[in-house]
């Protein structure tokens, strides 16, 4: 693939290109997206979402966009996407980017939390729920976790409760935009309610276990279940 051909590239290569001709500039805008902001820091600690519990978990603050946390990229082409719905289902999938838009996409907003220490807010998300997912696949009642598969052997696990919430997807468009290749290109899985490690980037497979497994940072020293309210960081 080439720049022509890829959305995401060629505005990396615009970005590029633009910060050439005027680096201060360019990074001072982008510092601004991701610096933390006071004002809506304060707004979110004085909500309270509908299950009650705080909109901002604890030790957490407020930034406006994304910030590209690294891993090892997979391939960001659409063309030759393909995601295994597997284990502990009758009828296991694999889905190309074709018959995932042909599953009538939804979307979602949902805030998230990085174990870092930054959240963002109201991130717009449009794919596919896990549990529609879960459906079409006939999800076994054996199935207790869930393992999302990334490039390069990155997994993290999650309860199969939690993963079927209404707000756990795989997605492939943030704010009407398609993927960036460093949020996770196509695809990646959104868990909104879980620190943003258990949101694999990347995402080549969905596989449901009866028996957990505990993932890359899980077994690097970070919690297994890693909710934020609870400020579940290290296990
Ligand atoms: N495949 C893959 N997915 C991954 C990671 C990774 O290294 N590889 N890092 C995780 C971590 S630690 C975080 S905080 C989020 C960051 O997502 P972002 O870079 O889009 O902000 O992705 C998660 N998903
Ligand atoms: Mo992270």
Redesign the pocket.
């Known amino acids: 693939m080439d720049d022509r051909s890829d959305p995401c590239r060629s505005i990396a290569r615009r970005e590029f290109l633009m910060r050439a001709a005027s680096g201060t500039v360019l990074t001072a805008l982008a510092g601004g997206l991701y610096a933390i902001s006071d004002h809506l820091t304060s707004e979110a600690k004085a909500q309270t979402r509908d299950d009650g519990r705080p909109r901002l978990p604890p030790g957490q603050r407020v930034i406006e966009q994304?910030?590209?946390?690294?891993?090892?990229p997979g391939d960001p082409s659409r063309a030759s996407f393909r995601l295994k719905v597997h284990g502990e289902v009758e009828s296991p999938l694999e889905l190309d980017f074709a018959g995932l838009l042909a599953m009538s996409p939804v979307t979602r907003r949902s805030d998230v939390h990085?174990?870092t220490g930054w959240s963002v807010l109201d991130a717009k998300w449009k794919g596919l729920t896990i549990k529609a997912l879960a459906e079409r696949a006939g999800l076994r009642p054996s199935a207790r976790h869930v393992i999302f598969e990334?490039?390069?052997g990155?997994t993290a696990n999650v309860r199969l409760r939690e993963a079927l919430a209404d707000d756990v997807m795989v997605a492939w468009e943030l704010d009407d935009h398609p993927l960036r290749r460093?949020?996770?290109a196509p695809v990646r899985a959104v868990v909104p309610d879980l620190y943003?490690?258990k949101?694999?980037?990347?995402l080549t497979g969905i596989r449901f276990v009866s028996r957990d497994q505990p993932g890359y940072?899980e077994t690097r020293g970070y919690h297994n279940h890693a909710d934020p309210w609870k400020e579940e960081r290290y296990g």
């Open positions: 994304l910030k590209p946390m690294g891993g090892v990085c174990v990334g490039a390069a990155y460093q949020h996770g943003f490690w949101s694999s980037k990347w940072w």
